[in-house]
């Protein structure tokens, strides 16, 4: 934007977008702009976008692209605010923010089981409404405060995925909003490039205003298992991650299990789900294959809206939750022809031993996948991990001030003892987890999806008016 004849038409051209109601685009100099506007996740990444708006329907969405793209600004859609980059308010400076809050509808087709929803739904409504509409079901991850606009396009991993695919291995269909603020329909047989893009990388293609999503029936039985673990030596804590990885890399593991390891400072915690019957989940005999001397949970659930919302992993919500926070995280992807050595598990607990963290908000989760997740081609969507067996996620906090040198340091050592062991791990990031200081990111997100990413971008967005600093970019 130039001079301030320009700014101030940009004002009048989003405000005109937004249906002239002035209370639904804030800018710079609205009172209480960081606090009740910008609402920063991450507060180490500090962003100031040039305006945020509240669009109530898809045609003032295309407004707001129309205007950004007239006046030279990036955009960014946020629905739940929930990145760690906070690349919902751009990642950067100067961006136009689209929150998705007022797109929350929800209906559920009875003889299909097809259920149509808004991104700026829930996770935890989108259960309650599918399960009370039908007893239906979907595979997500267990935040149930995030929206489901960030987590349907950009994979979506969770207990029940194993069973049913990712989250956006779910969707069949979306309303999405491109560049040239026209507003298409996308599936397999309408706009078939715009659909892979939006499985996987859609922040940089559109802003999705609408999904309809595969249910499935909900399993109306599960078995929920959480075991501390007080080990005192590096090498008890390296064995159990090894037994761990042992028994979760067995090929013919039930897809109906689930399983999670949290390493902290100084505790081990398994835990996870079984959707099966207790007699199933007793031949797994997990507790005599993890024999721990602390008195761990088991428990037989009964009902889909328990087993969602009962505390799986409600310590990473704890720290993660909803607050925001001064945070930086890291992810890794191991597939079963690229486990972790012995020697690489060993060398991570004695780093963890003889490092200072800086803090004493860290841990470092192992979560299973593969499955149904891997049932899927590399190449249908634009989620380029079909071959990742599990993921290791490193997460260091800071609730008192920005993140030390000391923590970056110890984030960082964690993730290079298992990245110089297994470099194949390395060319696997989470987009959920995203890592803004990660070299060459965009190949780690989408692998060997980035070229094609790369030429629809150029198609679909040439002006790269949605952008974030790691989105997939215009390669001249």
């Not at 409504?125 to 979907?138: S, V």
């Not at 489901?148 to 950009?154: A, E, F, K, R, V």
Request: charged share 15%.
């Amino acid at each position: 934007m130039g001079n301030t004849t320009s700014i101030a038409a940009g004002r009048d051209c989003l405000v005109s977008a937004v249906g002239g109601v002035a209370a639904h685009v804030a800018f710079q100099d609205s009172l209480l702009y960081q606090a009740t506007a910008v609402e920063l996740y991450n507060l180490n990444i500090p962003v100031t976008p040039a305006a945020v708006t509240y669009p109530q329907s898809t045609d003032e969405i295309a407004a707001v692209v129309k205007c950004a793209s007239d006046y030279d600004y990036k955009v960014q859609a946020r629905s739940g605010g929930h990145s760690f980059g906070n690349y919902g308010l751009g990642g950067q400076n100067g961006a136009i923010v689209i929150d998705m809050k007022h797109f929350s509808q929800f209906s559920l087709d009875k003889s299909t089981f097809i259920a149509t929803f808004g991104p700026g739904t829930t996770l935890g409504n989108l259960d309650t409404e599918l399960y009370h509409a039908g007893n239906r079901a979907m595979a997500h991850g267990i935040c149930p405060t995030i929206r489901t606009g960030g987590h349907l396009t950009m994979g979506g991993l969770g207990p029940a995925a194993r069973q049913w695919g990712l989250a956006l291995d779910h969707v069949e269909e979306v309303e999405v909003v491109l560049a040239n603020s026209s507003v298409v329909r996308a599936s397999d047989t309408q706009n078939q490039d715009v659909f892979f893009a939006v499985k996987g990388a859609a922040a940089s293609f559109g802003i999705v205003t609408e999904f309809k999503v595969r249910t499935e029936e909900a399993p109306g039985l599960a078995v929920q298992y959480s075991f501390p673990f007080n080990l005192g030596t590096p090498a008890e804590k390296a064995k159990l991650v090894k037994d761990w990885q042992a028994f979760i890399a067995q090929e013919n593991l039930s897809w109906k299990f689930y399983s999670n390891m949290v390493i902290f400072d100084g505790q081990i915690i398994l835990e996870g789900i079984f959707f099966g019957s207790k007699k199933e989940y007793d031949e797994l005999d997990l507790e005599n294959k993890f024999p721990t001397s602390e008195p761990g949970t088991v428990l037989v659930l009964t009902d889909w809206l328990g087993m969602i919302g009962h505390g799986l992993e409600d310590t990473i919500l704890r720290l993660v939750g909803n607050s925001p926070t001064w945070f930086y995280a890291k992810s890794l992807g191991f597939t079963p022809s690229t486990l972790i050595s012995d020697s690489a598990i060993d060398g991570l607990f004695d780093y963890i031993h003889k490092t200072n963290p800086g803090t004493l908000a860290w841990f470092v989760t192992l979560s299973l996948e593969g499955g149904a997740i891997n049932t899927v081609s590399e190449d249908a969507t634009a989620y380029g991990h079909r071959d990742v067996l599990f993921w290791v996620q490193i997460f260091v906090a800071n609730p008192l001030g920005p993140i030390s040198q000391t923590t970056y340091d110890f984030a960082d050592g964690l993730y290079n003892v298992l990245a110089q062991a297994v470099p194949d791990s390395a060319g696997h990031a989470y987009l959920g987890c995203p890592d803004p200081k990660l070299p060459d990111a965009q190949r780690a997100y989408w692998r060997s999806n980035l070229p094609r990413l790369e030429e629809l971008k150029r198609d679909l967005d040439p002006k790269d008016i949605f952008y974030n600093p790691q989105g997939v970019q215009i390669v001249s």
